[in-house]
């Protein structure tokens, strides 16, 4: 059950940070961050790695964005 959480919240997570990719738009990264930190943790209590993993893929993604951006763009 915590696996399926963990991937809802990388899946909400994950419909923030692709359309954060467009230029101008890597602020909203700072709001999936959050989410993605709690997917992390959700998934780490769970007995299977898939949601955790998913999540921390999508933690890569949005931080790859955000460094690309200096932080803000």
Do not use: E, K
């Amino acid at each position: 059950m915590l696996n399926i959480l963990s991937i809802l919240f990388g899946i909400v997570s994950l419909v923030i940070v692709i359309p954060a990719t467009i230029p101008l738009l890597g602020w909203a990264n700072w709001f999936a961050l959050p989410l993605i930190v709690v997917g992390i943790l959700v998934g780490q209590m769970s007995s299977s790695n898939g949601g955790r993993n998913f999540c921390i893929v999508v933690l890569l993604i949005a931080a790859i964005r955000l460094s690309l951006g200096g932080g803000f763009i």
